[in-house]
């Protein structure tokens, strides 16, 4: 799957759920449910920002603390800890129909950017 970005891989994975969700990374970020590091499950996204900067860079958790992302090169798998992976973790969303469609649910951190 080359020649995909991290937020169009998370397009596509969720799409085939019937979801839809934002282009872009920080968008993405933005809505979906809050989810704790200790309560992710397979499927969830993770986010990772450079330090003091937005949110740029998505995984798709796929469990054990490891999670998937696109590459220029392709898709890799790596661990929430990787310290070769680039940003640290920013937090996680869970993406239900259900959520999507109650915009009180949404994760509304404004701006989205890593504290």
Known sequence: MRGVDPAGLIRYAYARQDI?????VAQQFDVGIPVAPEHLRPGDAVFFASQGSYVDQVGLYAGRGRFVSATPEGVRVASLNDPGFPGEFAGARRYTAQAL?????????????RP
Not at 20 to 24: A, D, E, G, H, T
Request: aromatic share 6%; no cysteine; net charge positive.
């Open 20 to 24: 839809q969700l934002p282009r872009v």
């Open 101 to 113: 469609g109650n915009p009180s649910s949404y994760a509304r951190p404004l701006p989205t950017v």
